[in-house]
């Protein structure tokens, strides 16, 4: 018989590292962290919290080794203000965190869910205990969005996914000013038919600056008899026109398979915003929302992930 090949991302063996259970207040779930590495070297998971109205606003936890001993705000971190900003009247939902060397401040690109539907929210901070609110800067319908954490051509990128459309797509905007967006750009389609990423795609967590390009992990839907499965494949975009698709892998890397990713709020989802590279620049950690449930932790290697990426280039293919 065939050995299976070893999976590219390899789960932590005591997953799901964080629930509901460990929350020092009641909530109802906690999932779909956005993660950075602080520069004292502790892991902070920005996580996705839905208290029992159904109303999701976000709070920090925090690990000296990223995968254990997390300590928890004691309230939220950053609570919807609908009075100020009505555009947060639902919730504020799957942060996705850059650090920007140029404002010396970290990115929190979110979603602000309104009466209108879902907008990009942008808020800037030092030190996740104080936000600057930018307030929406992708109006509804628009979610899975991560600002750059460098200017390209002097000017900010944002990768975002409108959803009003037929088919959900990622696209690609551009400011001077982080208020104001123009200049968009179709990045990346879902594919059509069968594939595992024909009903919708989007951003999962930040892209990967490497000497390649960038490397873009994305999740996929695809809509089957029994409902929609959430899963993660690559993309490698080039670095100075990041809208210019390079390669994109043709099978998924990463799926729900484990009882917890399988079962949950919602069944058959791994949904990562974050992730955080060791100190040796090749271990990724990718930290995931499960079943929209629970957080789950995984981890792969940058090279492995380029090679397999060289290996299953569906463009390539295409030729």
């Known amino acids: 018989m065939k050995k299976r090949p070893t999976p590219l991302l390899q789960r932590y063996k005591s997953n799901p590292i964080l629930s509901a259970s460990d929350w020092p207040y009641e909530v109802n779930s906690v999932f779909n962290p956005g993660a950075i590495l602080l520069s004292d070297g502790t892991t902070l998971l920005l996580c996705r919290v839905e208290d029992r109205r159904g109303i999701s606003h976000l709070c920090a936890a925090r690990s000296t080794n990223g995968v254990d001993n997390w300590q928890i705000d004691g309230r939220p971190t950053l609570f919807p203000d609908p009075e100020h900003h009505p555009e947060e009247l639902w919730g504020i939902e799957d942060p996705r965190i850059t650090h920007i060397p140029e404002l010396d401040q970290y990115a929190v690109a979110c979603t602000a869910y309104s009466p209108e539907g879902p907008g990009v929210a942008l808020y800037l901070t030092k030190d996740f205990a104080s936000f600057e609110r930018y307030g929406l800067i992708m109006q509804p319908e628009d979610k899975d969005a991560c600002l750059l954490p460098r200017r390209i051509k002097d000017q900010w990128a944002l990768i975002h996914r409108?959803?009003?459309?037929?088919?959900?797509?990622?696209?690609?905007?551009?400011?001077?000013?982080?208020?104001?967006?123009?200049?968009?750009?179709?990045?990346?389609?879902?594919?059509?038919?069968?594939?595992?990423?024909?009903?919708?795609?989007?951003?999962?967590?930040?892209?990967?600056?490497?000497?390649?390009?960038?490397?873009?992990?994305?999740?996929?839907?695809?809509?089957?008899?029994?409902?929609?499965?959430?899963?993660?494949?690559?993309?490698?975009?080039?670095?100075?026109?990041?809208?210019?698709?390079?390669?994109?892998?043709?099978?998924?890397?990463?799926?729900?398979?484990?009882?917890?990713?399988?079962?949950?709020?919602?069944?058959?989802v791994v949904f990562p915003c974050g992730y955080t590279l060791a100190s040796d620049g090749d271990t990724l950690n990718l930290y995931y929302g499960a079943a929209d449930t629970s957080i789950g932790l995984s981890s792969a290697s940058l090279a492995a992930l380029l090679d397999w990426l060289d290996e299953h280039d569906s463009l390539k293919a295409n030729l």
């Open 162 to 268: 409108p959803t009003s459309a037929p088919s959900a797509n990622m696209w690609i905007s551009y400011s001077h000013g982080l208020h104001n967006w123009g200049s968009h750009k179709l990045m990346l389609e879902a594919r059509k038919g069968a594939w595992w990423d024909a009903h919708k795609i989007g951003l999962s967590p930040p892209p990967v600056e490497t000497n390649r390009g960038w490397l873009v992990l994305y999740h996929g839907v695809k809509r089957t008899a029994a409902g929609s499965i959430y899963r993660v494949g690559l993309a490698l975009f080039d670095l100075e026109t990041p809208e210019r698709c390079l390669k994109r892998g043709d099978e998924w890397i990463f799926g729900p398979e484990e009882n917890y990713e399988r079962r949950g709020d919602v069944d058959n």
